[in-house]
């Protein structure tokens, strides 16, 4: 079932159950208006001179008009006699068995509304121009013909139920108006929509129209199509940058594989070199493609966080720097305060050892490296050449490496995954001069669990 033929069906049952409603109130309201006019006639005639339903005197009151009055016995004789029949409910009331009934009767195609009261034997009442007393216990009933107001509650039935049935249509072409007057506007964006998943133009943007319902959906749709644009932009430039690096090992691979194919021609000296050169090569290429697969483990997966003792991951990831750091002389000095933050431990660990290996990196010979984790921030200071001012707004780029580092190995992709994590974990990463050793300072500022307490 489409969602227009919902709405029509919705609407149509709610206008249809309105008119059915005030068409059944208007009926009975009606009927009971006229019901109550004839009871009203019967109760005051009971009031009247032959009536013994009020608290006047026999004789007080006024005959009303078109109301018949009968006298019916205990016995079940009645006088006058008239045409409407003596059954067992005036013979309950006669014999006492029954107070004051109202009833409509039906008597050879004709409708009677019928008030039967109950009088005690010796009861005086106005028969004709003298008073009589009844001597036995009897029924006093007064009628009406009520047969013209029934075919007009009839007529007025006939009439309703016409109303109804042409509100039920009415409600039905409102609903098919009303569904296309809402849904118009959807189908415009619903047409647009698919339009963009044939062409996959995600670069396509709505035209947002009104600050309504629509106007929001437009929104959000343009906000889905910017970042889906925008990821696809990031995709085709981290292929076309990953590419453009692993070109250059490529190419240095297969020059030196080409070279080996002449092994015997070249010196011990100049075979080592080029076993050398080869194998720094696979390295780098290892080191490429595990950075490509960190990034895009980053953006695609989500994984399952727990508090974590950044003070200990730290001093974990400094230990074994200290290994590497030993082979250039470099010391490495840690000041650490307890710190805990919510986080991926392995996607932290990362982001820490890329912040200290790259320190190590441009630190000079017999340098020295100092971390300092204090109030949920990192730093980590160097010696080194540090970063021209110019160059710091693109250090977190990836593939984006300084004049001065294109010839020291790496892929560019270290600080970038530092960037990520520290996005991913709410916190942010800055570069700046260190004011103690002269070189980097990068700072990697995370919230800390106690600081969202």
Known sequence: MTFRLRLIITTTVAVAFAVLLAC??????????????????????????????????????ESVAGVSFQIVLASGAAFPD?????????LKVANQKSGTTLRTIYVKGNAYRELLVPIRAGTTLQCGTQPCVIPT??????????????????????????????????AVMLGYLAATAALGPLEDVTNEIEGVAETTNVAHRLVEGRNDELGRLRRVFNQLLASVDQSQRLQRQLVLDASHELRTPLTSLRTNAQVLAHADRLTNDELQQITTDMVAQVDELAALITDL???ARGEGIDGTTEPLRWDDLVDEVVDVARTHARTRGVTIEATLSPTTVEGRRDRLTRAVNN???NAIKFSPENGSVVITLDGGTLTVEDNGPGVAVEDRPFVFDRFWRSARSRGLPGSGLGLAIVSQVAEEMGGTVTVDSSPNLGGALFALTLPTIDEEN
């Open 24 to 61: 059944t109130a208007s009926f009975f309201s009606t009927r009971n208006a006229v019901l109550r006019s004839v009871d009203e006639s019967l109760y005051a005639a009971a009031r009247g001179p032959h009536g013994n339903a009020g608290e006047g005197r026999p004789g007080e009151g």
């Open 82 to 90: 008239a045409d409407l029949p003596v059954d067992a409910t005036v």
């Open 137 to 170: 216990n009897a029924a006093q009933v007064f009628s009406v013909n009520i047969t013209g107001q029934q075919h007009q509650l009839h007529v007025l039935e006939y009439t309703l139920l016409v109303l109804a049935l042409l509100g039920v249509i009415l």
């Open 293 to 295: 697969g960190e990034l």
């Open 355 to 357: 912040l200290i290996t």
